[in-house]
């Protein structure tokens, strides 16, 4: 017998603490008295035993789980049995009430506990009671838990009006987990439901409904809230700004700054930007005073590139040519030179042909001047003279210089 | 004022669309003559912009007058919008977001073709973003650096033709739950940094 066993009769155990001197030996057997790492994997032999699923393991099967050797593995069962952590069973290794009880109150106090939690140590014990392990059954408790999420819903309706952040803040979070709980007592409550408390299970749906909207109207209410706090005493900053820009798509992106910006005219892309005031008096100008006093360069007619947009003279001029194919196309007889100079507008195009179709424009290098007169006739002018030319037709005979 | 002066002015504004304001020091003290110009502009949907602190004048299209189509030729679809949001807040808000006017150089601020793609890996292919990028180049959104290829600073447009502070305040609440975060976080290092007075 141990020390404190031999003189346990003699020891006086004081009235508040009496009922606790049974937890001495219990704990002596789960303590090692040298190596701290003893009642570690004592603990874990407890743990396994407590979440294995089906018949109780074999101890190789413990070992295999525990990376234990064999014999220490042994050591430990032999310990926890003489301390009535496990049953006595020969060959089966399975948790004794005082096991179960610990393991649950273990568990327990590994919960995230906040004061006055008062739903989740309910619905901890009603989980507790429910389960398997702890032999409790689990009609217990059920109604407790639907008594405690009612009366927290109570409590959680009269926040809606606070104004202060944090405590918004808190009774959200609060209606949150008693959500998570109710709704984990309803599920364990279902898997063993029992035809006399279908009047709980209803009232524990309709707190639930009631607890998911106060949760949504808690959570808005706590985010318009923070909202205002932060924004009244500017503490976003531009690096929280970004992050949200760094997390939010395209669209969103798009749809906030559209409102905020204006955009200008698009530039016109064939022309380069500020030239076109300058283009657009030379065309101009061009209009009303072309006239030819000398050879201009010889035109190519050809296939223009898709890039190449011609400007809008040159349209003109292609629109005149056109005409004047169809008319030649369309005359029975040959056009008369003067019938075609006496429209106005085909002038212009048919300076063109002429300075780029007529083989005297380009003989030798001397200037060769060129005119239309009124009637119709071509006629040159050189060193002032005039000299006329031909009276001129055209006709659809066309050379490989015409366009 | 002289009319010409005014339809001179409005020519040079449709062609270049954004001027420096030195090109028409007339326009500081002929309000009439500015004033000609804002209404000849307004005769064909368009705004004579200027902000304070900005070396620049531009035209834009009237809000109310940018329907469907004349959104089309704009250019500005949702892609552009967000880079333009994405590149004001690099560029433009660290100068503006204090409440600070703005610099005096406003080139100050570059970032490169390659740290925005970093930025924007997971959605925007390179190409893709290179096209955009001359999109907002042509729409003097943001500017070549000279020496430095690939690399853009602000154009006039964003300085110009955004409205900071609304937009700010926009961003500020959108962000608002990536601050609580940051404080929720913030607070939990701070907790574990802590010793508990029982530990002690």
Redesign the interface.
């Known amino acids: 017998m141990s020390e404190f066993e031999e003189s346990g009769q003699a020891y006086l155990v004081p009235e508040d603490i009496r009922g606790f001197e049974r937890l001495f030996p219990l704990l002596r057997g789960l303590v090692a008295g040298t190596d701290e790492s003893y009642s570690f994997e004592r603990l874990r032999l407890l743990l396994l035993l407590a979440r294995w699923p089906g018949a109780p393991p074999t101890i190789r099967e413990m070992c295999r789980h525990l990376h234990l050797p064999l014999e220490r593995l042994s050591s430990h069962v032999q310990r926890l049995r003489a301390t009535h952590w496990l049953t006595n069973e020969e060959r089966s290794y399975q948790l004794s009430t005082h096991g179960r009880l610990l393991i649950f109150v273990l568990q327990m106090i590994a919960q995230p506990w906040q004061d006055g939690d008062s739903v989740a140590v309910i619905t901890q014990l009603y989980a507790a009671a429910s389960s398997q392990e702890l032999g409790l059954g689990p009609e217990l408790y059920f109604e407790e838990v639907v008594t405690a999420i009612e009366e927290s819903l109570r409590r959680l309706r009269r926040a809606v009006n606070a104004e202060r952040t944090p405590l918004v803040g808190q009774f959200h979070e609060e209606s949150s987990r008693n959500l998570r709980m109710a709704d984990m007592a309803l599920t364990l409550r279902q898997q063993g439901v029992a035809d006399h408390d279908f009047a709980a299970v209803a009232r524990m749906h309709q707190a639930l409904s009631a607890l998911t909207a106060l949760s949504g109207q808690l959570e808005q209410l706590h985010?318009s809230l923070?909202?205002r706090d932060?924004?009244t005493s500017g503490?976003?900053?531009?690096g929280?700004?970004?992050?949200?820009?760094?997390?939010?798509?395209?669209?969103v992106?798009?749809s906030?700054?559209?409102?905020?910006?204006?955009?200008?005219?698009?530039?016109p892309w064939f022309l380069s930007?500020?030239k076109?005031?300058a283009a657009e008096q030379d065309i101009a100008g061009r209009q009303g005073t072309l006239t030819y006093q000398k050879t201009p360069p010889a035109q190519r007619f050809r296939t223009l590139p898709a890039q190449d947009v011609p400007d809008p003279h040159h349209y003109r001029l292609y629109a005149l040519q056109g005409q004047l194919r169809q008319l030649l196309h369309d005359a029975q007889e040959d056009l008369p030179l003067s019938t075609w100079v006496s429209h106005p507008e085909w002038c212009e195009a048919l300076l063109h042909m002429i300075a780029a179709l007529d083989p005297l424009l380009r003989r030798g290098n001397e200037p060769v001047f060129l005119q239309l007169n009124s009637s119709g006739h071509l006629v040159t002018l050189e060193e002032g003279a005039a000299q006329q030319v031909s009276e001129g037709a055209l006709s659809l005979k066309e050379s490989s210089h015409v366009f | 004022m002289s009319f010409d002066r005014a339809e001179y002015i409005c020519t040079l504004l449709l062609t270049q669309r954004v001027v420096e304001r030195d090109q028409f020091p007339e326009l500081e003290d002929d309000a009439e003559l500015l004033q000609e110009v804002r209404q000849r502009l307004t005769q064909v949907g368009l705004t004579l912009i200027e902000r304070t602190g900005i070396p620049f004048l531009a035209v834009v299209v009237r809000n109310e007058t940018v329907t469907e189509e004349v959104a089309n030729e704009l250019g500005l679809d949702q892609r552009a919008l967000a880079l333009i949001l994405r590149t004001w807040l690099l560029l433009v808000a660290p100068h503006l977001y204090t409440g600070a006017p703005p610099p005096a150089n406003l080139r100050a601020s570059t970032v490169t073709e390659d740290a925005l793609a970093l930025e924007l890996q997971q959605n925007w292919q390179k190409t893709t973003l290179r096209s955009y990028l001359s999109r907002l180049v042509r729409a003097k959104f943001l500017e070549h650096v000279r020496g430095r290829p690939h690399t853009f600073a602000a154009g006039p447009m964003l300085w110009l033709a955004i409205d900071h502070d609304r937009l700010i305040d926009r961003l500020k609440r959108a962000a608002v739950p990536f601050t609580a975060a940051r404080f929720r976080e913030e607070l939990a290092h701070h907790d574990e940094g802590v010793p508990r007075e029982e530990d002690c």
């Not at chain 1, 906030?256 to 530039?267: K, L």
């Open positions: 985010l923070l909202e932060l924004l503490q976003v900053t531009l929280d700004i970004q992050t949200w820009a760094s997390q939010t798509a395209d669209f992106c798009a906030v700054i559209a409102p905020h910006v204006q955009s200008t005219i698009p530039q930007e500020g076109l005031v």
